[in-house]
């Protein structure tokens, strides 16, 4: 029976960290989440300058200014487009992090079911031969 409370701790330990991996990869989708709307706010940004441009004639001293926005927004996208790369794949690392940890427990839960039902066939053995015992003379 030590075996099955081994293998009781093991599972608990094999669940813990399942949950764990659950937590982070949806701390992840979260940044992940976060820099998509960082993105999506810079593309509404660059979208007002440039219908702002499209409009009257502006003064140099504003285009030049509007230039230099539009190349800093550009440059912000980039940023983003590249992070959002990164945070892609963490997403798919933790996913796959999680995955392994689950996939962890269900073995770990296999071997105690195992061990449970070996035990359990022990002790009905243990019973019959005592039940044979106390019959004989």
Do not use: C
């Amino acid at each position: 029976m030590a075996a099955t409370g081994d293998l009781t701790k093991r599972l608990k330990r094999a669940e813990r960290l399942s949950a764990v991996q659950a937590q982070m990869r949806r701390a992840a989708e979260w940044e992940l989440a976060a820099i998509q709307g960082d993105a999506a706010a810079l593309e509404v940004d660059r979208a007002a300058l440039l219908a702002a441009l499209g409009g009257d004639s502006h003064g140099h001293l504003f285009l030049e200014a509007a230039n230099r926005r539009l190349r800093s927004l550009a440059a912000r996208a980039t940023e983003l487009e590249e992070a959002a790369a990164r945070q892609t794949e963490a997403v798919r690392e933790q996913s796959l992090a999680q995955k392994r940890a689950e996939r962890g427990a269900e073995r770990v839960a296999e071997l105690l079911r195992q061990e449970r039902e070996r035990v359990e066939g022990i002790e009905r053995l243990d019973g019959l031969a005592q039940r044979r015992d106390a019959s004989l003379p």
